[in-house]
């Protein structure tokens, strides 16, 4: 082949060169006589033109040409006349006057066009060597090489090293099913994919590979949405004698240099922190959404003094009365407030109880229930304006939050208050473990090697659920894009988690039995991070999807359409494996 560039980067300095490009033909066009091809390859799009009074036998051929025939044409590239400039096109103002025509291959019809803006997604998952076809596609994964590669050219002038961890590896409790593979040399035991290369980088650090990263794959049965694959990409990062906030600056540094490099774009720095503690009391979520405000506020102590008996019985109960201001709310039609209502019952709410702020006061067909100086005083804790609404629920603490959160994000759209803009910031002094009402027993908030804060590590055996992690997340615009943790690097910090988890030492030393002997061999004190690649380029490209950046998905039930994968397998396959399946039955529904 002898193509001499890439068709969307020839511009008016190559007038009069002889050029040969290659691609796919995008359409053709008969103009009286004169024959136009839009030649496409992942760079954009050049016109050919073939004049019958230049070469009639090449005219011909290409009068033959249909679209998303692969061709390659040679010829002098020329400058358009004025009225033809295309100022819509890099291209535009120029063509190449072709010489030289060779169809390369034919194409069948296609099951939908290339330059189609809006296709169903089943049809694009079926169809995704055609569909990685078309520009958007085909910007999106340039845009994902480019910030990978930046990505690690950063990490390595940091000192990083790249270092590769395995696929096949042991099954351990990290949260999410793991993906079992079954091993053919040692029937009847499986190795598991990795949900992340936590437990190996760890390793690392006690190697003595003080700054290690990775682009890896990591791999999840758990259920899909749109910013979730079974398969995904991590920026996996370990450092060894750091703390929180040096794991933090690499972070931050990165973001600021992937935006800029990227997008053009500038990241305020420094990344504003917040408290877990904090984001849950002001925002309802642990990934706030920064680009707007709209706090939240309790009133519970105040409700207490009231006479209305849904805030009553709610705090008898345990429940907290929390609520929000909505400016300019006095403006919504009763259909946009009764919107706001059935918003917070589908999110898991009883009900939305309202008051609109007029003429200085709260009015309500509830105010009934509250005196004048109770009303006075939730006035002024709300921050109401005239024309604003506050509006309450009761529900348990985690429910309201809930509510609340997914109300204010509803109510940002409304009132427009989100914009272009980009919102990061850090949220750390997580929990360090819950309580898991199922299992009855803690779990770790994040996973069993995040390393207690220092201030509350003596609570782990008498008050676990009052102890603060070491950790840190890194959320963008109410998405959370990565997260980390200082870890335990002594045996007996590691080994006071897994007593607060409730693991047996028999089960402890069957799962992690190596990790605590790597441990006891003179381990540094260790930090990393893991960045969810796919959901910061989804973010960065504004794409609905994560799957609008990767270039084979699966689809939301985990299924590859193209491959038409996961498939059955011959029972010889199985017999191999010593594994047989049972039928399941069906449903009599």
């Known amino acids: ?166 696929f096949l590896t042991k099954s351990t409790p990290e949260g999410a099913r793991d993906f079992l593979v079954p091993s053919r040399l040692l029937p009847g035991n499986f190795y598991a994919l990795p949900q992340s290369p936590q437990l190996f980088k760890q390793l690392l650090m006690v190697a003595g590979y003080d700054r290690y990263f990775q682009i890896a794959r990591c791999f999840r049965d758990e259920d899909l949405r749109a910013d979730r694959q079974p398969e995904f990409t991590q ?21 600021v240099r992937l935006y800029r490099e990227c997008q053009d774009v500038e990241v305020p720095t420094p990344i504003p922190t917040l408290s877990h503690a904090e984001a849950i009391a002001r925002y309802g979520s642990d990934k706030p959404d920064l680009r707007y405000d709209l706090p939240l506020t309790e009133i519970t102590d105040l409700a207490k003094a009231s006479q209305f008996g849904v805030f009553l019985r709610a705090i008898e109960s345990g429940g907290i009365v929390k609520g929000i201001r909505i400016p300019g709310g006095g403006k919504f039609s009763r259909k946009e407030l009764d919107e706001l209502v059935a918003e917070t019952q589908k999110a898991g709410a009883g009900g939305f109880a309202y008051f609109k702020i007029t003429e200085g006061k709260l009015a309500s067909n509830i105010a009934k229930y509250f005196d004048e100086g109770l009303l006075a005083k939730i006035h002024g804790r709300m921050a109401a304006e005239e024309g604003d609404v506050v509006g309450f629920v009761a529900e348990p603490a985690a429910a309201a939050n809930q509510v609340l959160a997914h109300l204010r994000g509803v109510l940002a759209e409304k009132l427009k208050l989100i914009g272009g803009k980009n919102a990061f910031v850090w949220v750390i002094d997580f929990p360090l473990f819950e309580y898991d009402d199922e299992a009855k027993r803690c779990v770790a908030v994040h996973h069993p090697f995040t390393a207690a804060t220092a201030e509350t590590r003596d609570l782990i055996r008498t008050d676990p659920l009052k102890v603060k992690a070491q950790a840190y997340d890194i959320v963008l615009n109410g998405t959370e894009i990565g997260g980390g943790s200082i870890r335990n690097h002594r045996v007996d910090w590691q080994e006071e988690v897994f007593d607060a988890l409730g693991l047996k030492r028999e089960e402890v030393g069957q799962k992690f039995g190596f990790l605590l002997q790597a441990l006891s061999f003179g381990a540094p004190p260790h930090g990393g991070v893991a960045l969810g690649l796919d959901r910061i380029l989804m973010l960065m490209l504004g794409a609905e999807s994560i799957r609008e950046v990767i270039a084979f998905p699966k689809n939301q039930r985990g299924a590859d359409l193209c491959f038409d994968a996961p498939s059955p397998v011959e029972d010889l396959q199985l017999r191999e494996l010593g594994i047989r399946l049972r039928e399941t039955k069906k449903s009599d529904g």
């Open 1 to 166: 082949m002898k193509r001499t560039g890439y068709a969307g980067t020839f511009r008016k300095t190559d007038l009069g060169r002889t050029i040969t490009v290659s691609g796919w033909v995008e359409s053709v066009r008969d103009h009286g006589g004169l024959i136009f091809i839009d030649l496409r390859d992942r760079t954009g799009l050049l016109q050919l033109v073939f004049d019958p009074a230049r070469d009639p036998k090449i005219h011909a051929e290409a009068a033959a040409v249909r679209s998303e025939w692969v061709i390659e044409a040679s010829g002098e590239v020329v400058a358009r006349s004025p009225e033809t400039v295309n100022p819509n096109l890099p291209t535009g103002e120029i063509e190449v006057a072709a010489r030289t025509l060779e169809v390369l291959n034919q194409s069948r019809a296609l099951p939908f066009q290339i330059s189609h803006g809006h296709l169903n997604e089943e049809v694009r998952l079926k169809h995704r060597f055609l569909d990685l076809r078309r520009p958007l596609m085909q910007n999106s994964l340039a845009f994902r090489s480019k910030a990978t590669a930046l990505i690690r050219n950063f990490l390595v002038e940091n000192d990083f090293l790249e270092i590769e961890t395995p």
């Open 235 to 255: 920026v996996d990062v370990e450092m060894s004698f750091v703390e929180r906030e040096d794991v933090m600056d690499v972070v931050s540094r990165l973001l």
